[in-house]
C-alpha cells in the first residue's frame, strides 16, 4: 500500500515509528527518523544548509548524513548538498551519538574528510563504505 509522504506527518510500519523532514535540495527529497525497540536513526538524504530540523528532535543513536564538499570546495549560492563540516556541525547540533556520513566525492582522502569531520563532532564518526556495520 504505497502512500505519498508529508512532512511533519509520522507513521508506524511494522511497530517502527517513521518521521520525515522535507530538505532543501533541487528536486522533492525528504529526510527520515525511524524510532524502534528504543532506539533512533535518522537518515538525512541528500540536503542543503537550509533544512530545518527542529521536528526531527535531538538524541539519535545514529545519525546517518550526507557530506558532500570539503571546506575548501564548497560553492557559492544555494545548494542542495551539505559540505563535511556542516554535516559534523549538524551531527553535534543533534546530539548523535554516532555519525556516518556518506555521499562523500571518491576524489577526495578519506584522512581529510575525517580530520574535517572531527574538528566539528566529538562522537563516534564513521565515514561510509561498502560493508560498514555499526551496531546501534
Known amino acids: 500500500d504505497l502512500k505519498d509522504i508529508q512532512s511533519e506527518e509520522a507513521r508506524v510500519i511494522s511497530g517502527a515509528q517513521f518521521q520525515y523532514v522535507k530538505t532543501q535540495h ?13 532506539k533512533t536513526i535518522c537518515y538525512t538524504a541528500d540536503t542543503g544548509p537550509g533544512t530545518d530540523w527542529s521536528d526531527l528532535g535531538t538524541d539519535m543513536d545514529l545519525l546517518v548524513i550526507e557530506g558532500t564538499y570539503l571546506n575548501k ?11 563535511i563540516a556542516e554535516a559534523a556541525q549538524l551531527a553535534t547540533n543533534l546530539k548523535a551519538k554516532r555519525c556516518i556520513i ?31 556495520e555499526v551496531e546501534v
Open 26 to 38: 533541487g528536486i522533492e527529497c525528504y529526510a527520515m527518523k525511524i524510532s524502534d525497540l528504543g
Open 73 to 83: 570546495d564548497v560553492p557559492s549560492g544555494p545548494r542542495g548538498h551539505l559540505s
Open 102 to 132: 556518506t555521499h562523500l566525492y571518491p576524489m577526495y582522502d578519506k584522512e581529510e574528510i575525517y580530520k574535517e569531520a572531527k574538528s566539528s563532532y566529538g562522537g563516534d564518526l564513521y565515514l561510509a563504505e561498502v560493508g560498514l
